[in-house]
């Protein structure tokens, strides 16, 4: 039985991945005009050292994928400059508020930073909604190691098979299915994500509540 549902932040809270990569793809360009915007699609829900290493196969100008990091953050507040509110799902608050009246517990786990995962719950309204926000930066692995998912539970107070995920990138799911929990993919029009590891397949964050309410019944 589901007793929480646990939501990934980027690219299903916020549309914000293809924010993030364009902003991207404007700092490689100034190292190599040559690199396009698809080169960098892998960057998109990666780990800091895959993205990254990414950039520096992309760019291919001497430099190793931490420095063209260090050098990005230390140019481009990536964060700041982000209108959180015109990129958030409109649909999430009437699901979350259904989900909160079901009785459902409600967590966040994000491989973004915590500051900024409490600054997009807050400037859209959605703060109170959540038992717990989990950070990616908490834990040596990133997704899809499985580690951010058994801690959410943990946090939550119930088994990982208890557990329904709403993720988008082939990485999260990775990591929420090696942790034993159910997960449903929301479509991606932006990176044709491989998502086939997933359990449920939608194209609006609102067709979890009928999945729900179908699992609860069988």
């Known amino acids: 039985m589901i007793k929480a549902v646990i939501f990934d932040m980027d690219g299903v809270i916020v549309d914000s991945e293809p924010v993030y990569l364009k902003i991207q793809w404007e700092y490689a360009k100034k190292k190599n005009p040559d690199v396009t915007y698809k080169q960098l699609f892998p960057m998109v829900g990666a780990t800091k050292k895959d993205a ?23 140019k481009i507040d990536l964060f700041t400059n982000t209108d959180y509110q015109s990129i958030f799902r409109p649909e999430i608050k009437s ?3 259904a989900l909160k ?14 500051d900024v995962v409490e600054k997009v719950m807050k400037v859209n309204s959605i703060y109170t909604y959540f038992d717990t926000l989990v950070s990616g930066d908490q834990f040596t692995m990133s997704k899809p190691d499985p580690e951010i998912y058994h801690y959410t539970a943990k946090k939550l107070g119930v088994k990982e098979n208890e557990c329904f995920v709403v993720e988008d990138s082939p990485y999260g799911i990775l990591a929420a299915k090696r942790a034993g929990m159910t997960v449903a993919a929301l479509y991606d029009s932006s990176f044709h994500f491989d998502q086939h590891l997933a359990d449920y397949h939608i194209q609006n964050v609102k067709e979890i509540l009928d999945i729900l309410l179908k699992m609860e019944k069988s």
């Open 95 to 97: 699901v979350l508020d």
């Open 52 to 74: 990254w290493s990414v950039m520096e196969k992309a760019v291919d100008n001497g430099q190793t994928w931490q420095e063209l990091r260090t050098e990005f953050k230390e």
């Open 101 to 114: 009246n079901q009785g459902y517990k409600l967590a966040v786990a994000s491989s973004t930073q915590i």
